[in-house]
Each structure stands twice: as structure tokens, then as C-alpha cells.
């Protein structure tokens, strides 16, 4: 446990830095998710306008640090990918 000022202050500010980053991967996950639904349901158009949603998002979660900034452009290849051949396929 903390024992000194300092140290009590900086485990407050973890334990807050914590729950927020927890809060903003969870929003990206569901973001994806979204996405993935319509394109599993073959909705073009709302995995489209759901792609277009969780792009900010997940760039916004790279820069912050919460994933890789290869994880989040690995992720937005693929559902694109995904998005291209389900227009094809229509």
C-alpha cells in the first residue's frame, strides 16, 4: 500500500487512468463489432457507414496506446477487405 503523499496520489491517478483506458478499448472493441455484424448479416451499406464510425475511433485508440498502431491497421485492412468482397459478391 502507499504509504507517502506522493505515492498515494499517483495510485489514485492510476486506478483512474485505468478505468478510463478500459472504457475507450471496450468502445473500440464494440465499434469493430459493429462493423463485423453488418458484414456478417451482408449489409454493405451499414458495414460501410459502420467502418466509416470505427475508423476515429480505433486511430484515436492507436495513438493513445491502448493497441498497437499495427493492430489497428490490420484491423481496418481486414474489415475493409471484408466490406470489398461483400460488395462484389452483391
Excluded: C, W
Amino acid at each position: 500500500m502507499a504509504n507517502s503523499a506522493g505515492s498515494k496520489k499517483r495510485a489514485r491517478q492510476a486506478e483512474k487512468h485505468r478505468q478510463h483506458n478500459a472504457s475507450m478499448r471496450s468502445m473500440a472493441r464494440t465499434y469493430l463489432k459493429k462493423v463485423t455484424k453488418a458484414i456478417e448479416a451482408g449489409d454493405t451499406e451499414g458495414a460501410k457507414a459502420a467502418y466509416q464510425v470505427a475508423i476515429p475511433v480505433l486511430d484515436r485508440a492507436a495513438d493513445k496506446g491502448l493497441f498497437h498502431k499495427n493492430k489497428a491497421a490490420r484491423h481496418k485492412s481486414r474489415l475493409n477487405a471484408a466490406i470489398k468482397n461483400l460488395a462484389v459478391a452483391a
